[in-house]
């Protein structure tokens, strides 16, 4: 097949394609326009909308290097078709780093030639450099280039892509690029700019009207001005130009955000080094990967992700992390094991200015420039992904808008039926032909409901104004209703659970090799000059900002809990004072004598020159993540010696310490800290060799310095817990949905947290499954660890069964059945995750807390929860959670910075209140687009059951009474029935998820059928009066004693050529009309996801105003009424008659809705499938009701074949599995070993 010479690009990334390559084809073309033309352009229609159906109608495979057409397709579950043409450019080399050679080849006698761009078309200046055909094609704004090495496409991001090392990026590429190399790289890589460009609105009218659901209005308009429908047709082109006019708006108004966003500074000089030492001012345009520019010295905002080669940077990453924080860059090393390594830009975002965050200012030493070495420009920088990710969103995958097409394709067929039974029954009574055309089609615009887009949208619209006034911003609205299927929301822990700040509770100082007792203020005069304070003091990554003291929270509250004071000196005093000391620390002035004469401590530390403590940090080693610890080598004034502090998790800085020095105490005081949710932070110290100078420490590895270091002791930090967080954990576990946190804090203090807000309740058990990669000889194992249980222990002996968390609370749910929670720290989930695959999916299932989780394994988390059915909620403060936001089904940020604009949900309150709010407002919307998609359903069966008995007579509906229905019925009725607010809880039941549901199917099957037997019943009923007669304009039925008169004369043909005027059609229309109205309150449902429909007063005042408006003009008719709605006057008696059977149709679509689906179907049927039980065989049952429902239960699952049915998700299914399975959980200090992942070898205690 031509299908499996498709080659993968991308691969193994997150936008992995398939392509083949293919050639234009002069007969298929050919083919194509006669089509077209036969087909009046329907055909080139869709070819647009199938791209893969327009690629293999027009061209021919080919391989991928002849190809001049692409096509590609998406790996993913979506499976989407793009189609890219190829281009060619002539260039003089192949790859955009054949420096060396270009360099050669240029500058043989003809260096001032610059280069550019050859493409066929143009003549270029390189003819005596031999050019290479470069093809090339463009998608979602990113260049492939083809390999002939490869035999594929490839995309260059930057420098990465040479595999450079830290210590090469130091010797080869920091003296900069010359303005050839510049431009020859600029033609792989194309200008520096992240360019979003805006749309005219002709093009994106062209793109809205093109849509199938408008071809299809244009069609029905095109058909009924055909038929004189003209008011009709006038209504629904008012109300497509008002939907197009608004979508276009809405489209045009988010561009051009996001293009004013991306804009603001994307375009500025910059200082770019030429070689040579030669600088000049380029615009930031020209950039390429390579290039070194020069940070000035008060800021900028950066055009490019760079790497810093020279001095250090004050950064503000809010834009991309969502941290307020300046974030302090200090320079890529360039000697040691580290600058062996190659660059990796995650591995060194410390390192890494990128592109669109704010240098706040630089520091630099005795007149060096702070330089940065370009590695990515453009749509490859991390600013440039984001904005990718917003214009070339993943289209939203669920299931209510999957089963809306299978429905309407439904419709479709039912269309299909009535047009056939048009035709036949036209042909057999001799219509004209163009009669039968336009009435057979007419039929299919009647079933398929032209207002549907408008009215579902409708309910997200209100939905998203609700949201809006408790603070809840929506940039993709689509989602809401998928907040309302959430079943599982991971929350981070700092900002979001607890409070975004630390409080100081003590200090816990270590002397001679054991714990002082705790001390609640560092700034007393005993301590004040201690080795502990001058740690607290130095060891931090703090920086002055317009006068103001700025950096990490957790740094701020450490310093300033010391009472010391931070400065920095201006260029001109570090010139002239000492330019060893960039940034300088010292003791409160008035404490300095008394500490001179009073403190016993200083002779320890060897500061016995206390006159003067000025403390110079005189290199940092800034706080990183992967390493969870930071370190300082400071200098007092006077001192020959340095002396170096470490501050980090207390675990690594244990194990870099003297182990002597170490409290033997320190594990069970450390877990007495963490168990009550306390951060612990450890401090350490070590004096330096006098023999290293100022510029041996530059070029210093880390490594070097944290060794050997001398355990100060720990300072324990308090994080509170915000007051809202436990009621509302509360309260999404009653509403059945499960919760877990997802935090870089330590394991013991996430697993105190979570105790204390609710997320793991007192009698529940906490398994940490610790995990180690493998090591020598030893395979990869997990060691399950049962933490102390604060309340009650469990017996070993106790079976623990699994709660799905799905369908009902039962009472027969005892404690045991969630009596465990697994923590996972972020080493073990990595460790689990290669090693363990196979228990991955277990392990999730009752996972409760993820501790030091990095921010790439969050996203893993929430993909791996995904994979196993759970609709997953992500709610964190937009510091490390952008993955995780973005990748979950419904991403809630706390944070209103510009991270936010990588999560569809934003909370202006920064509380997780905004969850529950979320989700009921999701609930109320998905049902309510149940509601309007049922009740749009029924509308058009109604209509088409109307006009399919009219046309077995040679009638229809007139055109007022057709503008009467759409327009004063069906668009007033489906616009207020959405204005239902959400209910005021959340219960623990969910809406179903699917419009191809068992309950969902049965309510309109049974509407149908009990409008159907009603309207067959009036149009029959009717047919059988005394006084019926074929109605001609001298008929005058409310005349009865005139009827014989009347019915003699019946013998001319009727008056109407279309014969609307008849007893027939007046009843139909009367009918008809309070059905649409009974569907219409009976499918508005209110509790338990939306209010009562009662106080959704539009929606109630409308009804009640039609509903006396049609009985007023039914019971009393108004001649000038009739004659607008081309309706005959009919006896009283028959008006009466048609009241009761209006009543009685009410009457039971009420009763088979209420009784037959809420009570008899959901409760025992479709609940019971979702419940946690397997159905079973009925338990002895105390009362002869609960019997009764469970016999009843029984029938009732085996008529709808219910029964034994497995779990439909897999997290069920998985569930139902580790119920039997008796080695699940593993038992206490079992170790699960690599080589036989099923075993548990028990471990000695």
Not at 908 to 929: D, F, H, Q, W, Y
């Amino acid at each position: 097949m031509k299908m499996r010479e498709g080659k993968i690009i991308n691969q193994g990334l997150e936008d992995e394609m398939e392509v083949w390559g293919y050639q234009p084809c002069l007969w298929k073309m050919i083919l194509v326009g006669v089509g077209a033309v036969c087909s009046g352009g329907l055909l080139l229609l869709l070819l647009y909308w199938l791209p893969e159906w327009g690629v293999k109608g027009t061209c021919t495979h080919t391989s991928l290097r002849d190809a001049q057409t692409l096509l590609l397709r998406t790996t993913d579950e979506f499976k989407q078709w793009f189609r890219a043409k190829v281009h060619v450019m002539l260039v003089p080399g192949k790859k955009p780093f054949d420096s060396m050679d270009l360099q050669s080849q240029l500058l043989n006698g003809d260096g001032d030639h610059s280069i550019s761009a050859v493409h066929k078309e143009h003549h270029g200046k390189f003819a005596h450099v031999q050019p290479a055909q470069i093809h090339y094609f463009t998608h979602h704004s990113t260049k492939y280039f083809w390999n002939d090495v490869m035999q594929n496409f490839e995309f260059y991001k930057g420098l990465e892509d040479v595999k450079v090392s830290c210590a090469s990026i130091h010797s080869d590429h920091s003296s900069g690029l010359s303005k050839t190399l510049q431009e020859y790289r600029m033609l792989f890589f194309g200008e520096n700019e992240i360019a979003v460009r805006v749309p005219s609105l002709f093009k994106l009218l062209i793109k809205e009207v093109l849509n199938p659901f408008y071809i299809f209005q244009l069609f029905s308009v095109i058909l009924w001005s055909a038929e004189d429908y003209y008011y009709y047709a006038t209504a629904i082109v008012f109300m497509s130009v008002i939907s197009i006019a608004t979508s276009l708006y809405t489209i045009k108004k988010q561009y051009v955000m996001l293009h004013d966003m991306v804009a603001a500074h994307s375009v500025l000089r910059v200082s770019v080094c030429r070689g040579n030492k030669d600088i000049e001012q380029a615009m930031s345009t020209e950039l390429v990967p390579g290039d070194v520019i020069i940070i000035p010295a008060n800021g900028m905002i950066m055009p490019c992700d760079a790497v810093l080669i020279h001095g250090t940077c004050i950064v503000n990453e809010s834009m991309l992390t969502g941290e307020s924080v300046p974030v302090t860059k200090t320079n890529l090393p360039s000697s040691d094991e580290e600058a062996a390594r190659s660059y990796d830009m995650e591995e060194h975002k410390r390192h890494t200015l990128f592109c669109g965050t704010q240098v706040i200012q630089t520091r630099f030493y005795a007149g060096e420039l702070v330089k940065a070495v370009v590695v990515r420009t453009g749509f490859s920088t991390e600013k440039g992904q984001l904005v990718r990710s917003i214009l070339y969103p993943k289209p939203t995958d669920f299931k209510l808008y999957r089963d809306a097409y299978l429905f309407l394709l439904c419709l479709v067929g039912v269309a299909g039926i009535g047009f056939i039974y048009t035709i036949v029954l036209s042909i057999m009574n001799k219509v004209p032909a163009k009669t039968i055309i336009i009435e057979s089609l007419d039929i299919i615009t009647i079933t398929v409901p032209p207002a549907l887009p408008a009215a579902m949208t409708a309910g997200i619209v209100y939905a998203q104004r609700r949201l809006k006034r408790v603070g809840i911003f929506c940039i993709s609205p689509q989602r809401i209703n998928m907040c309302g299927q959430l079943n599982l929301v991971c929350f981070d822990k700092t900002g979001t659970l607890t409070e975004d700040g630390l409080d100081m509770w003590a200090i816990q100082r270590a002397e001679d090799g054991s714990f002082s007792p705790p001390e609640s203020d560092a700034a007393k005069e005993s301590l004040v000059n201690s080795t502990f304070v001058v740690g607290m003091a130095t060891c931090h990554s703090l920086t002055k900002i317009e006068g103001e003291l700025s950096g990490d929270p957790l740094d701020l509250k450490m310093f300033s809990a010391t009472g010391w004071i931070l400065e920095e000196p201006t260029e001109e005093e570090t010139a002239l004072h000492n330019p060893i000391m960039p940034t300088v620390v010292r003791p409160p002035k008035h404490n300095v004598p008394e500490a001179n004469q009073n403190n016993p401590l200083t002779q320890n530390m060897e500061m016995s020159e206390l006159s003067s403590c000025e403390i110079g940090i005189v290199r940092q080693f800034p706080f990183s993540s992967a390493l969870q610890r930071m370190s300082v080598v400071v200098r007092k004034l006077g001192e020959k010696h340095m002396d170096a502090y470490l501050k980090g998790a207390p675990e690594v800085v244990a194990s870099l310490c003297k182990q002597h020095t170490v409290p033997q105490s320190f594990t069970e005081t450390l877990e007495t800290y963490t168990r009550q949710g306390f951060r612990v932070i450890a401090l350490a110290h070590r004096q330096l060799e006098s023999k290293l100078s100022w510029h041996k420490v530059q070029n210093l590895s880390r490594d070097l310095i944290e060794t050997n270091m001398e355990f100060l002791g720990l300072i324990i930090m308090q994080n509170k817990i915000k007051e809202e967080t436990a009621g509302v954990l509360r309260e999404l576990r009653q509403a059945n949905i499960r919760t877990l946190m997802v935090t870089g804090d330590n394991m013991l203090t996430a697993i105190s947290v979570a105790r204390n807000c609710g997320m793991v309740r007192a009698h529940e058990r906490v398994i940490i499954a610790d995990a180690v990669p493998p090591k020598d000889l030893n395979p990869a194992s997990i060691t399950w660890h049962y933490t102390e249980n604060p309340s009650q222990t469990i017996k070993d002996n106790q079976t623990v069964k699994i709660n799905l968390e799905e369908g009902v609370y039962d009472k027969q749910v005892t404690l045991q059945e969630q009596s465990y929670h697994f923590a996972v720290s972020g080493r073990a989930f990595a460790v689990i995750t290669e090693h363990f695959p196979q228990l991955v999916q277990k392990l999730v299932l009752r996972a409760t807390v993820f501790a030091r989780m990095a921010p790439d394994q969050k996203t893993q988390l929430v993909e791996v929860m995904q994979s196993i059915d759970y609709t997953v909620g992500m709610c964190g403060d937009g510091a490390n959670d952008c993955g995780a936001l973005k990748r979950a089904h419904s991403g809630i940020s706390l944070s209103e910075l510009e991270a936010s604009v990588a999560s569809p949900f934003t909370s202006s309150t920064s509380n997780i209140s905004c969850v529950p709010n979320l989700i009921r407002e999701g609930r109320a919307a998905l049902i309510t687009s149940f509601c309007v998609f049922k009740f749009m359903a029924l509308y058009s069966i109604i209509q088409y059951l109307s006009v399919t008995l009219l046309y077995s007579i040679l009638s229809n509906l007139g055109d007022f009474q057709f503008l009467f229905i759409d327009i004063a019925i069906i668009l007033i009725i489906a616009f207020t029935m959405s204005l239902n607010p959400a209910w005021k809880e959340l219960v623990w039941r969910r809406p179903p998820s699917s419009l191809i549901s068992g309950p969902l199917l049965c309510s309109v099957l049974t509407q149908i059928l009990t409008c159907l037997v009603f309207q067959v019943l009036a149009f029959l009923l009717v047919r059988q009066q005394s006084w019926y007669e074929m109605w001609t304009p001298q008929s005058d039925a409310c005349n009865v004693s005139s009827s014989s008169f009347s019915h003699s004369l019946n013998v001319t043909t009727p008056h109407d050529h279309k014969n609307i005027r008849n007893y027939e059609n007046t009843t139909l229309f009367y009918v008809s009309s309070f059905q649409y109205l009974a569907v219409a309150i009976v499918f508005s449902k209110g509790k338990p996801f939306r209010q009562p429909s009662y106080k959704n007063w539009p929606f109630m005042l409308s009804c009640i105003g039609l509903y006396t408006f049609l009985l007023l003009i039914m019971l009393y008719p108004v001649p000038a009424i009739d004659n607008f709605l081309e309706i005959v006057c009919v006896p009283h008696d028959w008006r009466v008659t048609l009241v009761i059977i209006v009543i009685v149709n009410a009457a039971v679509s009420f009763m088979l809705e209420i009784l037959i689906l809420d009570i008899i179907l959901w409760r025992l049927v479709f609940r019971r499938s979702q419940g946690v039980n397997r159905p079973t065989e009925c338990p002895s049952a105390d009362t002869p009701q609960v019997a009764n429902d469970c016999w009843g239960s029984s029938f009732l699952s085996w008529l709808f074949c219910q029964r034994n049915k497995p779990p439909k998700v897999r997290y069920m299914h998985l569930a139902l599995e580790l119920q039997d399975d008796a080695d699940w959980p593993p038992k206490p200090y079992s170790v699960t070993c690599a080589r036989e992942p099923q075993s548990h070898i028990s471990a000695p205690l």
